[in-house]
Each structure stands twice: as structure tokens, then as C-alpha cells.
């Protein structure tokens, strides 16, 4: 069964960095659009940062100037770097790859950013 694996999570304090990894957990071909999505308390689960397969960024408007989204196509990874982290970035943090029309989702890695 394939599967995604999240790494990177932890407390920071505000203007601190992390970064967040995710891999599938064995080899697989024609992996579309990856990113991550985040899940703040009480609230619904909303994207962060998307990429496309020829690397083209998508940002939520919050975290633009901050966050920075990188894959490697050939391991099939999606990196998330974190920087001047703030209070309201905390949260669970989902990898998600799309892979011939399935979503696939990481189980995801718990951000807290402390003030």
C-alpha cells in the first residue's frame, strides 16, 4: 500500500524556522500536483503552499514571502521551509499527492509556534 510520510514537525518559537518532508513510502510513477495543507484548531483544513510538476508554486495569500515549497520529482518529495514562523501558523500539517486522479494524504505532523 503506498503511503505518505511526513517528517519535520515541532515547537518553535515566533521567527523561528522548520522545515516539513514528504515521501511516499515506496517507489511510484506519474505523481501529479504535491503540497501541503494545514489544519488549525477548530478549523477547517485549508492549502498552504501547492506544486505543480514543472514546479510552479501556488501560496495561501498568508504565508507568501515566508514559506517555500520545492519538490523532487525524481524521489518523489515535497519540502515545505518555514521561515519568521508566527502563533497562527500552528497546526497539523497534511502532505497530499495527486497520482492519476487518487489524493493521496500524509497522517500529518503537528506545527506549534509558540509566542
Known amino acids: 500500500q503506498v503511503q505518505l510520510v511526513e517528517s519535520g514537525g515541532g515547537l518553535v518559537q515566533a521567527g523561528g524556522s522548520l522545515r516539513l518532508s514528504c515521501a511516499f513510502s515506496r517507489g511510484i510513477f506519474g505523481v501529479a500536483g504535491m503540497g501541503w495543507y494545514r489544519q488549525a484548531p477548530g478549523k477547517q483544513r485549508d492549502l498552504v503552499a501547492g506544486?505543480?510538476?514543472?514546479?510552479?508554486?501556488t501560496y495561501a495569500e498568508s504565508v507568501k514571502g515566508r514559506f517555500t515549497i520545492s519538490r523532487d520529482n525524481a524521489e518523489k518529495m515535497v519540502d515545505l521551509q518555514m521561515n519568521s514562523l508566527k502563533p497562527e501558523d500552528t497546526g497539523v500539517y497534511y502532505c497530499?499527492?495527486?497520482?492519476?486522479?487518487?489524493?493521496?494524504w500524509g497522517k500529518g505532523t503537528l506545527v506549534t509556534v509558540s509566542s
Open positions: 506544486i505543480s510538476t514543472s514546479d510552479t508554486p
Open positions: 497530499y499527492a495527486d497520482h492519476y486522479g487518487t489524493r493521496y
